[in-house]
């Protein structure tokens, strides 16, 4: 894991410093003359050797400094912190949003199999699946935006309500404070982008899992459950699906990590205060240490997400538990 | 009367009749073996009793009684209530007949809480008991054990204990040592035929295996192409059969005391003569 990341440092941190674009012509007013350019440089370190300024760089990301943000002036970290949890917010309520609906149409498309409503089943998922998730995006907006206007487009939080919240897990700590009201405001927000994220995601769930699912109802234990005197939804649920959800599992987690990847445009395309938004604002403005903050964040993001899929499959799977 | 009685049954897989005006009947506590090559239908009349027929087999016509209830009229939910109180299946392959990712104790106890209504309590100390009686040495730690802790005569062993938990009247038993490598077969045998008489359990015997038919069976009904061709007992059966595939059957079986004679296969003309016989039914009665 330590190698992943590392090798992800030194990839970012050369290829941001090899494609075009030069931070310190972004910072320099008209006229200004080779004096002060030289000053500036020196001030971000940018006289020194390559890899120089990358030693420097890992020295410091070590000891928790991830250096200064040339556009904002302010520490990386911090800043970093302060949007990361609007993201994670983000990303698990379209993960839990993906789940549900993924299920529910896969658990319906077994109950079915063989009818017009796994047919039906299977047309939504081709088209959730070939439509990706800022199209979605865009979609909504439409729908519950301007002809509908149900939800709020933009922002995070209505920005006149008066936050009393300590952390910036704002959804979540709503809840611990019992301030639905707030609670609200946020979901009205974060729902349009969370289902735009979990659309495609919820029709890789429901073909997956209905698939394995249809495969494991021809096997004898589910018969033998059956001539045990077992309906047939009980069958699906206790019988099959514990097993069905075990090849699901594997990939949902790849498909999360390139939720997280997804959220960057989404976040933009609904002005979401999270750290994609702010990754795209970091690039436009040559932001070198706020860009390479971010992606190592993604990455640790990413190899956690990886992890966690790892430890759940060996919980729901007692050939690995105890193998 | 007879504990289960099947009458005319027929099915069949769009336009292809998959079981021919079978009838079939077993005394409570008699154990009779259904003998027939593959695709004979012997598997088939299994399932059309527990219910179990795949999608696209439809019963055309015909009753199955069990314990005098006919099961074909009865709505669904009433069938597979009638069903898990009265019959149980002892499946084939004891690999895939258990839950991989549930405890065993559970596979055995929960349907006898949920279907039967038991208290936990006393569906766990069936199991324990069952357990015992199928010779497995540490039932409590079976009953704690995932199927792939278990090897396949021990697994089988557990569906045995699992068949006869709710005191079932009829156990239907689908080539229940074909799974098994040879030594561990002849042991499930011994241990169906001792499990069978001491619960004096109706038991339907499906195999291809005439030698294990002589072992354990009383009654035997051959089959072929989804008709029944003979009835007989197994003494009679094996003394003289009547229908001449029956006797190229018995004759193609492997002798265990002559293991390098080679085997004679069923004759192409009885077998031709078998078909004429099912396409003429087919004409007569379509």
Not at chain 1, 54 to 59: C, G, H, L, Q, T
Not at chain 1, 95 to 107: D, F, K, R
Not at chain 2, 263 to 269: F, G, H, N, R
Request: charge should be neutral; glycine fraction near 8%; proline fraction near 6%.
């Amino acid at each position: 894991m330590l190698i992943t990341l590392f090798g992800v440092a030194v990839i970012v941190f050369f290829v941001i410093r090899v494609v075009p674009g030069n931070p310190i012509a972004m910072m320099l007013p008209p006229g200004a003359g080779e004096e002060d350019i030289a000053r500036l440089k020196a001030l971000y370190g940018f006289d020194k050797s390559l890899p120089e300024q990358f030693v420097i760089w890992v020295a410091g990301v070590l000891q928790g400094d991830f250096g200064t943000s040339i556009s904002t002036r302010q520490p990386v970290l911090s800043l970093v912190l302060g949007r990361l949890p609007a993201t994670i917010e983000l990303a698990v309520m379209a993960l839990v949003i993906a789940i549900v609906i993924g299920s529910v149409l896969a658990l319906t498309g077994t109950r079915h199999r063989g009818t017009r409503t796994e047919g039906a089943i299977d047309v939504t998922n081709g088209m959730a699946l070939s439509v990706p998730d800022f199209l979605w995006g865009l979609l909504l907006i439409l729908l519950f935006g301007v002809l509908w206007p149900v939800f709020h487009i933009s922002g995070r939080v209505s920005p006149a309500l008066d936050l009393p919240f300590a952390t910036n897990f704002y959804l979540f700590e709503s809840v611990l404070r019992l301030r639905f009201d707030i609670w609200l405001d946020l979901v009205s927000h974060m729902f349009m982008p969370a289902l735009a994220l979990a659309i495609p995601l919820a029709a890789i769930i429901a073909q997956l899992l209905k698939q394995s699912l249809k495969e494991t109802m021809h096997l004898d234990y589910v018969t033998l459950a059956r001539t045990h005197g077992y309906g047939e939804n009980r069958v699906i649920t206790r019988e099959a699906l514990p097993n069905a959800i075990l090849p699901t599992l594997t990939l949902v987690g790849v498909q999360f990590t390139f939720l997280i990847g997804g959220t960057v445009i989404i976040e933009r395309l609904f002005s979401y205060e999270g750290l994609g938004n702010m990754a795209i604002d970091a690039v436009i403005n040559r932001d070198l240490p706020l860009i390479q903050g971010i992606v190592i964040l993604f990455a640790l993001m990413f190899t956690l997400v990886n992890l966690i899929v790892d430890l759940t499959y060996a919980l729901l799977n007692p050939r690995l538990r105890h193998g | 009367m007879s504990f289960l009685e099947i009458t005319s049954l027929s099915a069949r897989v769009g336009p292809v009749p998959i079981l021919r005006d079978v009838s079939l009947n077993v005394a409570a506590g008699e154990v009779r073996a259904l003998v027939g090559e593959s695709g004979a239908g012997k598997s088939m009349i299994g399932k059309a009793i527990l219910g179990t027929l795949p999608g696209a087999i439809h019963i055309t016509g015909g009753e199955i009684r069990l314990d005098g209830q006919d099961l074909l009229a009865l709505r669904p939910a009433e069938r597979r209530r009638v069903i898990g109180q009265t019959a149980a299946l002892i499946p084939q392959d004891p690999l895939t007949a258990l839950n991989p990712v549930r405890r065993i104790g559970p596979q055995i106890t929960r349907r006898l809480v949920d279907i039967l209504g038991w208290s936990k309590r006393d569906a766990e100390a069936r199991a324990l008991e069952l357990l015992a009686e199928v010779h497995i040495p540490d039932p409590k730690r079976v009953m704690q054990s995932y199927p792939h802790e278990l090897s396949g005569g021990m697994r089988q062993r557990v569906l045995i204990a699992s068949a006869f938990a709710a005191e079932p009247k009829l156990i239907i038993a689908d080539e229940p040592t074909t799974a098994l490598d040879v030594t561990v077969q002849k042991q499930i045998l011994r241990l169906i035929k001792e499990m069978q008489q001491r619960h004096n359990t109706a038991l339907l015997f499906v195999t291809h295996d005439l030698g294990v038919v002589a072992k354990i069976c009383q009654k035997l009904t051959v089959l072929f192409g989804g008709m029944v061709l003979e009835e007989a007992s197994v003494e009679a059966f094996f003394a003289a059969p009547q229908h001449a595939y029956s006797r190229a059957l018995l004759a193609a079986t492997p002798k265990y005391t002559d293991p390098d004679q080679s085997l004679t296969p069923v004759p192409q003309s009885i077998l031709d003569d078998l078909q004429a016989q099912l396409d003429f039914a087919e004409r007569t009665t379509t």
